[in-house]
């Protein structure tokens, strides 16, 4: 990473719009998201932001010319069921 810069809280405040645009605006339940298992820095973002790690996917993307497995992440974001049409 030259000259990246990181620890800023860019990478967080993006996941917290995200999740709040995610509720309020288009009335999501939950959100996934995955990592590769080396990538602790968005791990650390993705549970500063209240995820959970639910699971381990084998060879869940083609990366870079091979395929690498993913720690699998959920946030609920209400518990509260969709409003009715």
């Not at 990538?39 to 973002?45: E, I």
């Not at 996917?57 to 010319?65: N, S």
């Amino acid at each position: 990473m030259d000259g990246e810069r990181t620890g800023r809280g860019i990478a967080s405040r993006l996941v917290d719009e995200v999740l709040r645009a995610s509720r309020d605006e288009l009335g999501l339940h939950r959100i996934e998201a995955s990592t590769l298992p080396d990538n602790h820095a968005s791990q650390r973002v993705l549970a500063k932001a209240g995820f959970e790690r639910i699971g381990y996917a084998p060879r869940y993307l083609h990366i870079a010319g091979a395929w690498r497995d993913h720690f699998l992440f959920q946030r609920i974001l209400h518990d509260q069921p969709p409003p009715r049409a």
